[in-house]
């Protein structure tokens, strides 16, 4: 608990630093694939769907989440996605025990934000472990970065600096300068 604290604290410390460096990568991002790029991340506000399926989108997601000391939600859900290609039967039980242990179950190290009943479906699950045993745990998961986490990513002083890059970007590739 005291280094779980100790670690928090740096990133607090560190926030301008972090944000600095969100910054920075933006603009690499935008430099090597400019127009596709800037379009990508003008769509993630689009929907949480577009974000989530943009490799850039969520890795700028993440380090927003990791300044709310909340990225384990979108870790939960990224782990889930990755369970779910598991085609071998004991990767599947080891893989979902990892995953409980983690995330899920009470007093977990990255204990993400789930109701008793969902937790407990969810152990109920691991006895015959599937690829959908984390189906309800990972969309309630989803759902809560959704209407909480995400709204407030797209109003973040790192997102809005991404989306006027973007956007000026993509004025000054469209209009003829006159």
Known sequence: RAKDLKTRLGILLH???LGHRTGSSSKLQLGSRRRDSSREVLEWRESFDQLLKSKSGVN???????TEFSEENLDF??????????RS??????KANRIFEEFVQS?????VNIDH???????????GATSACFNEAQAKTRTLMEKDSYPRFLK??????MSRQAAG????SKRSHT
């Open 15 to 17: 926030k301008p630093e």
């Open 156 to 161: 973040s002083a790192s997102y809005q600096d």
């Open 89 to 94: 039967k004991t990767k599947l039980a080891s």
């Open 60 to 66: 700028a997601f993440h380090t927003f989440l990791k």
């Open 77 to 86: 859900w990224l782990a889930c996605e990755d369970f779910k290609k598991t």
């Open 107 to 111: 007093e977990a190290p990255r204990e």
């Open 169 to 172: 970007s993509r004025g000054t």
């Open 117 to 127: 009943e969902t937790r407990e479906i969810t152990r109920k699950n691991l006895s």
